[in-house]
């Protein structure tokens, strides 16, 4: 059967790194109270010059020369992000074009945090379904862009940054041992909005809104419905815990991501973590792990991988890959 297997990744953060101990001279927070609570450290902070399309571009062209590939090699991207350089066109339009790309087609996908989990997902499925053969799948994101910078219980979580992976459609037995993504599983369920939401927006205020969060009401669902969706995906394979070589959650909160690896099993020596370095970069969180794991030569290929997010709407989902 045809398999989407990970040939290349790439990432790509901006040149500004910010500490905690910046925000106690914006807001009534600590680098202590920042750290206990939430496992971050510190940020990269995208410039006026640094958008979600330029991030976005430079970790497609990491992960194609990381694949030995180019553009012209390539048919679909999806660009997981919740922070569009404009309403539309779509930013992996925009990419499209910044790779020089006059073939193919590109399109957004809205998931905020889960948005990777959906993007691979969705390429998966254009590969397994013959539509595409090659799919870039980035996740990028400017938050700093819609945080409201004065207000102390969001501000100090999130970050910006860029990942990408390339999928490949390649022949594979058909066996849980294959290459690739051997099964994904997405959920969402809009009761849960007003949690984690964006005040704006072109059809609702005409504005693009600051980013609102009930940080104790997320903090609560996150656990059980990520526990949840990982459960069915060793369902579906009859991999448990102990099969996994690594686990790459999206990086919100070291707290969540330890509460969640506790509840399934999961040897905390397996666990990938970036959010220390990066917080919560929201689409692009799950690359920016990934990459980073595979880069220091913990990630080889052979492992089997779950790829986990939670995020606003809400929506979740989990990919379990073999590298
Ligand atoms: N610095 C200092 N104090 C802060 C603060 C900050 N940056 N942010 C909030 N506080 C205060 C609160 O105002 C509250 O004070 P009060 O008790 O006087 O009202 C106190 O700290 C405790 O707040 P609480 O919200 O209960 O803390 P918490 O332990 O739940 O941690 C989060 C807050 C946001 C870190 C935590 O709820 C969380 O991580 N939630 C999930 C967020 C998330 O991951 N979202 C993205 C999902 S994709």
């Known amino acids: 059967m045809i398999r989407s297997i990970v040939r290349g990744v790439g990432t790509a953060l901006p040149r500004r790194i910010m500490k905690n101990a910046e925000f106690e001279t914006l807001v009534d927070t600590t680098d202590e109270w920042i750290v206990q609570r939430t496992g971050i450290r510190q940020r990269h902070v995208a410039a006026e010059d640094e958008t979600t399309a330029s991030l976005g571009e430079a970790a497609a ?9 180019t553009p012209a090699d390539i048919d679909m991207i999806v660009l997981a992000t919740s922070t569009p350089n404009n309403t ?25 945090c889960s948005g990777f989990v959906y993007a691979v997902t969705a390429a998966d499925s254009h590969i397994r379904s013959g539509l595409a053969r090659r799919v870039l799948v980035i996740g990028a994101e400017t938050f700093s862009r819609i945080l409201d910078w004065s207000d102390r219980t969001t501000c100090v979580l999130f970050g910006d940054g860029a990942g ?46 600051h980013l609102r969060m009930e940080g104790r009401e997320v903090f609560k669902h996150a656990v059980g419905m990520i526990t949840d969706v990982i459960r069915d995906a060793f369902a579906a394979t009859g991999y448990t815990a102990d099969d996994l070589d690594w686990f790459v959650p999206h990086q919100a909160n070291r707290r969540i991501i330890d509460a969640s690896a506790h509840k399934l099993g999961i040897d905390p020596a397996k666990v990938i973590i970036t959010v220390d370095r990066h917080g919560n970069t929201s689409a692009a969180s799950i690359p920016l792990a990934l990459c980073a794991a595979i880069a220091d030569g913990r990630i080889k290929r052979g492992d089997l991988v779950m790829l986990e997010a939670m995020g606003g709407g809400f929506t979740w989902g989990a990919a379990l890959v073999r590298m």
């Open 61 to 69: 062209r990491a992960a194609l020369a990381n694949a030995g590939l």
């Open 88 to 112: 539309f066109p779509a930013t992996a339009v925009e990419i499209q074009e910044r790779l020089g790309m006059r073939h193919g087609f590109a399109f957004d996908m809205q998931a905020v």
């Open 164 to 209: 990408a992976v390339v999928m490949e459609a390649q022949e594979q037995p058909g066996l849980n041992t294959d290459r690739g993504v051997l099964t994904s599983h997405l959920r969402s369920d809009g009761r849960h909005k007003s949690k984690l939401y964006v005040d704006g927006g072109p059809s609702s205020t005409q504005t693009t809104g």
